[in-house]
Structure formats: structure tokens, C-alpha cells
């Protein structure tokens, strides 16, 4: 079973042998296989409301890419047919534009899924940017339903936040957390989870999670009265939009560098492709949500999809790496869920 992928394990993106990620799983005898099947991570839209200079998707208000409601359902017999996989991830762009956004989240919960919902904040305020279509339910929709929300709020403090996500956006940012706040997100004890994400402004690695949380919290809580339950730190992928600022800045092969010097095996060990299965809003499958923007695809003769989704051959399968993947192996690691190590 392992032969799945095997042809297409090899570096495919810089051609620069200086960035050959598999070098330094040969240097260090690593190994890194799966090890289980525990999310199903699902991008169900590009279109969003926000053009971030750092959205490794791309997403904008201009695209139109939308998962149907026969894909939805093909992921919802997945999640039903296998107990193991215990959590839905629900992307985009902004997931919520999916006009199958709600029906997604009622159906998984009824399956007893932990469902999470990466949600930009400013949705809520914007609404959807062609029809219209008001946001503000989402607040009580996602307390309702009891969904874990996590946010990307690139610094505590306005200049940062709006350089990085556009004017205005740390201000519906801070209100926002403060709806989702009057919904008992965020607050101890509640079981209602807010989670922060923190995105460097630049060729930076993020600082140390656990202290940069300590800060986050102690300056929402000081200056907004806002809380939050964890902060994720999460490098900045050198793919697509930031790697096209890294280009015209001339800095690219600076940050590649950074990453590699940064290398660490015990990161490497714990890299979110071992535990998940990344699906395009088209249902095609990938190791991760960044070898999908790559379109560096799962296969087995042929591209595979959600409709010929088999647990054993996913759990046997070889993952793809490739240049980018030393931005989850740099320090203390990057994953959706923040620090590896």
C-alpha cells in the first residue's frame, strides 16, 4: 500500500537542491508516515470577503469556487462510516459564504463530530460581498451548535492587523470577539472554545506561543475587556501570495533560508499531515490544506477524490513534501492548531 504516491514524493516546486526538504528527513533518519486518520479538514469556498496579503489560498471577493451540496454529503458519509475521525475543519476563504455552510455544521454535529470553523472575524460585519446576505447570526449559530472558532488576529494592536488584513479590519475585528464574547466564547468554563491565530507581519518566525499568548490576553482583556481561550502561532507558508511578496521584495531564498536553519526533527515528527486528510472544495484530497493550494494532490493511478475515499489506503499512503513544508518544521513547529512542539 505504500506505493500510493510514491512516484510523485519528490520535490516539485523550486528545483533549488539547497531547499530539498527530503534531505533533511534522510540527514536526521526520520521517517514520517501516518499514524491516523483524527480530522477531516474541508475547504468549502474561495471566495471571502477579505484579499489578505498573506492568504496562501488566494481567496478574495472575486472568486467563485464553492463545494456543492453532493460533495457536502459525500463528506458527511465519510465522517459517519469512520468513528476515527473524530473532528471536522471547516475553511476557505470565508466558510460561511458556502450557501451549504449551515447544513454542513448541523449534519456533523448530529454525527457527534468536534466541529471547528476557521472564521476571519470580520465576516460577521461584511456580510456576503456580492448578494449581500447579512452575517450577524453567526454568533449565536456557532454558540448554538457548539462550535469551536478559531480566528486569525494578527497582532493585539491596529497597525499590524490592518497592514496585514486591510483598513478597518482590527476594528469589526475587536467587535466581533466582542459578540462572540457575549456569547460566552472565550470564557472559562463555558465549553464554548475562541482560539486566536497569530500570522508574523513579514519574513519573521513567530515567537514563543505560550509567552505571546500571555500577551494577546493580557492586552485584549486591559484594553477591550475581550478574552480568548489559546493563541496558535502559525509561519506564514511560502506559497502563492506571500511568496509572491517574497519574490518582488527579493527576499525569498532570505526566508527559505531562515525556515531551513530553523529545522527542527522533533517538529518534523508531529507535522499535521500525519493525523488529517485535507479536502478542496471540488472534493479532491490532500495531505494538508497547503499541498492542496499546490495542488499536489493524493493519488493512486489516478487523482483521488472524496468519492473514492478508503480509510486503510489513506492511513498506507506516502505523503507529499516539498519546499514549503520546512515553514511546519521551523522551530517550534507550525500546524493549524498552532505550535507543534
Do not use: W
Not at 57 to 78: F, G, H, N, W
Not at 117 to 127: A, E, K
Not at 260 to 269: L, Q, R
Amino acid at each position: 500500500m505504500r506505493e500510493l504516491n510514491v512516484l510523485n514524493n519528490r520535490v516539485q516546486s523550486d528545483g533549488n537542491t539547497n531547499f530539498d526538504f527530503h534531505r533533511y528527513f534522510k540527514k536526521h533518519e526520520l521517517d514520517v508516515t501516518p499514524v491516523s486518520i483524527e480530522t477531516l479538514q474541508v475547504n468549502i469556498t474561495k471566495l471571502c470577503n477579505q484579499a489578505c496579503q498573506h492568504c496562501h489560498v488566494d481567496a478574495s471577493p472575486k472568486r467563485t469556487e464553492q463545494m456543492d451540496k453532493r460533495t457536502v454529503d459525500r463528506c458527511l458519509e465519510i465522517l459517519s462510516e469512520n468513528e476515527t475521525i473524530k473532528n471536522l475543519d471547516i475553511t476557505g476563504g470565508a466558510p460561511e459564504l458556502n450557501p451549504h455552510f449551515d447544513y454542513f455544521v448541523i449534519e456533523a454535529k448530529k454525527l457527534n463530530k468536534h466541529v471547528m470553523v476557521r472564521h476571519n472575524l470580520t465576516v460577521t460585519f461584511d456580510g456576503h460581498p456580492r448578494t449581500g446576505e447579512s452575517k450577524r447570526y453567526l454568533p449565536e449559530f456557532f454558540a448554538e451548535n457548539n462550535l469551536e472558532v478559531i480566528s486569525s488576529l494578527p497582532y493585539y494592536q491596529e497597525f499590524f492587523t490592518d497592514k496585514q488584513r486591510g483598513r478597518g479590519v482590527f476594528g469589526k475585528s475587536i467587535e466581533s470577539i466582542r459578540l462572540l464574547n457575549e456569547q460566552e466564547y472565550g470564557k472559562e468554563g463555558t465549553g464554548l472554545e475562541l482560539n486566536l491565530v497569530y500570522n508574523p507581519v513579514g519574513t519573521y518566525l513567530p515567537p514563543p506561543q505560550e509567552n505571546l499568548e500571555k500577551d494577546y490576553k493580557k492586552e485584549l482583556k486591559e484594553k477591550f475587556d475581550l478574552v480568548f481561550n489559546k493563541l496558535f502561532t502559525i509561519t506564514n507558508m511560502p506559497i502563492h501570495r506571500f511568496k509572491e511578496f517574497l519574490l518582488r521584495s527579493g527576499t525569498y531564498e532570505e526566508y527559505m533560508e531562515k525556515l531551513i536553519n530553523a529545522f527542527n526533527p522533533v517538529a518534523a515528527e508531529g507535522v499535521m499531515c500525519r493525523t488529517m486528510i485535507s479536502v478542496g472544495y471540488d472534493g479532491s484530497i490532500y495531505d494538508c490544506d497547503f499541498n492542496q493550494m499546490l495542488e499536489m494532490q493524493i493519488t493512486n493511478g489516478k487523482q483521488l477524490t472524496v468519492f473514492d475515499f478508503d480509510y486503510d489506503q489513506m492511513i498506507n499512503r506516502n505523503i507529499l513534501f516539498d519546499s514549503h513544508c520546512f515553514g511546519c518544521t521551523a522551530g517550534s513547529g507550525s500546524s493549524c492548531g498552532g505550535a507543534v512542539v
